[in-house]
C-alpha cells in the first residue's frame, strides 16, 4: 500500500471516528466557510453540513480534504 493510499485510509478513519474536526481546521487556518468551499468547487452549505455532522463529503471531495494542501489563504 503506498503512503497517499495510507494517508487517506487514516484520515477517513479519523474522520469517521470523530477525531477530525472540520470547523476546528478550517478556524486554525484561518479561513470561512465559503473561502473552503470554494477551493472545494463546492457551496458553503456543503461544508456548513459536514461540520455540524449532517452530511458527508463525496469521496471525491473528501480526499481533496484528507491531502494536505495547505490550509492557507
Known amino acids: 500500500m503506498n503512503n497517499g493510499l495510507r494517508r487517506y485510509i ?3 478513519s479519523e474522520w469517521m471516528k470523530g ?3 472540520l470547523k476546528e481546521l478550517r478556524e486554525k487556518a484561518g ?3 465559503q ?3 470554494d477551493k472545494l468547487f463546492i457551496s458553503a452549505q456543503s461544508v456548513s ?3 455540524n455532522g449532517q452530511a458527508f463529503p463525496r469521496i471525491d471531495t ?3 480534504l484528507c491531502v494536505p494542501k ?3 489563504k
Open 70 to 72: 495547505g490550509w492557507n
Open 19 to 21: 477525531l477530525i474536526k
Open 49 to 51: 453540513k459536514w461540520e
Open 35 to 37: 473561502e473552503l468551499a
Open 62 to 64: 473528501f480526499e481533496k
Open 10 to 12: 487514516k484520515c477517513l
Open 31 to 33: 479561513i470561512t466557510q
